[in-house]
């Protein structure tokens, strides 16, 4: 679990209670059925105009999993596994490779091809499909929320102008120009906490997580042929040292 982003969202909310709270915490008068429709009525038809509707099932989830539920090791962690890994492989011979009990899903479904005797070409070929499906699935992720992002303050501003429109339509009766402004503001509220707020943070999120994943996945994949290929195990470190910043490469000097 990201814990950034979930402070950042709770924080957000946060933000606007206390405001309401300030102005003496009538949470009834920010809420208005009409701007509710307009925002997400109007953002939902515009992104199912943009994308088929497979892709928004799936992207919807895969965005929340994205900032909640993905797990994610470090690559430092990772060459330190694959290190470890590569030990055990070359001192116990690939089948003790089965026994072990390796923190991410990616490298254990690695060191399984090594276990059960595929060739490397077969590990790279399967393991960069895993990979690039993965990438694809964020990439729509954040597409979709960045469409979303998008959508949502242009409809705030849909609302605004029909209230607009309606309020000067009833400039003759003054008991209705109040509600009427409320429904235009509130719609340009609710269109800009939906981007702000929710919608454009998922999407960067899934967007970071896409360079997190292509990054991890190749420290594996790299790491899993090294050790298929019966390399030594200061091989196998050396190079996945590549892949890593020099902080993370001091630091795995000085651990070791």
Do not use: W
């Amino acid at each position: 679990m990201d814990i950034a982003t979930i402070l950042g969202l709770v924080g957000a909310i946060g933000v606007i209670v206390t405001l309401i709270m300030i102005d003496g915490g009538n949470f009834a008068q920010y809420f208005d059925k009409h701007a509710v429709i307009i925002i997400f009525g109007g953002s939902a038809v515009a992104t199912m105009a943009r994308f088929p509707l497979g892709v928004i099932a799936h992207s919807l989830p895969m965005g929340f999993k994205a900032v909640l539920a993905m797990p994610q090791s470090s690559p430092r962690e990772l060459v330190e596994e694959l290190a470890r890994i590569a030990d055990v492989a070359r001192k116990q011979g690939p089948n003790a490779l089965e026994k072990l009990d390796v923190s991410d899903a990616t490298l254990a479904q690695g060191i399984r091809y090594i276990a059960d005797g595929y060739d490397a070409d077969f590990i790279r070929q399967t393991m960069e499909t895993d990979k690039d499906n993965v990438y694809a699935q964020l990439d729509e992720a954040q597409k979709v929320y960045r469409s979303i992002g998008d959508c949502a303050p242009a409809f705030g501003m849909v609302g605004t102008i029909l209230g607009m429109v309606n309020m000067f339509a009833n400039m003759t009766d003054p008991s209705k120009l109040g509600p009427i402004m409320a429904m235009a503001l509130l719609a340009t509220l609710y269109g800009a906490v939906v981007s702000n707020f929710v919608c454009l943070p998922i999407a960067d999120k899934c967007h970071l997580k896409m360079a997190e994943e292509d990054l991890n996945r190749s420290i594996i994949i790299d790491g899993v042929i090294q050790i298929r290929n019966q390399k030594s195990p200061q091989v196998v470190k050396e190079m996945l040292l590549a892949y890593l910043t020099p902080h993370d490469r001091h630091a795995l000097a000085e651990a070791a």
